[in-house]
Nanobody, 125 residues
Framework: QVQLVESGGGLVQAGDSLRLSCAASGGSIRNYGMGWFRQAPGKERELVAVINWTDGHTIYADSMKGRFTISRDNDKNTVYLQMNSLEPEDTGIYYC??????????????????WGQGTQVTVSP
């Protein structure tokens, strides 16, 4: 079973940048969609961005377009999320996950398993 470990979260000020990493081990993520999702306090988990490992196609939530960039490193089995121009509304726990079915790109949280443990991102005004 693949294991996913997120890192890179922290406390920043509005307008700052962060880069999150998701390292995969113990299983394959090649040919799968990989995604970043977030959960704010009192809210449901939502899409941030997903990427197709094979062709690099991406889907972003509307509020992240132009500010966030998802990418992957084949050699390191790692997915990244570069977050720029952070806003207090971006505060939450950011999770990495793998699609349960290979060869597609889904924006739906229910299509992803397993999940990492999450990394906290807090953006102060």
């Amino acid at each position: 079973q693949v294991q996913l470990v997120e890192s890179g979260g922290g406390l920043v000020q509005a307008g700052d940048s962060l880069r999150l990493s998701c390292a995969a081990s113990g299983g394959s993520i090649r040919n799968y969609g990989m995604g970043w999702f977030r959960q704010a306090p009192g809210k449901e988990r939502e899409l941030v961005a997903v990427i197709n490992w094979t062709d690099g196609h991406t889907i972003y939530a509307d509020s992240m377009k132009g500010r966030f960039t998802i990418s992957r490193d084949n050699d390191k089995n790692t997915v990244y999320l570069q977050m720029n121009s952070l806003e207090p509304e971006d505060t939450g726990i950011y999770y990495c996950a793998r699609d349960v079915i290979s060869g597609r790109l889904s924006p739906h949280t229910y299509d992803y398993f397993p999940w990492g443990q999450g990394t906290q991102v807090t953006v102060s005004p």
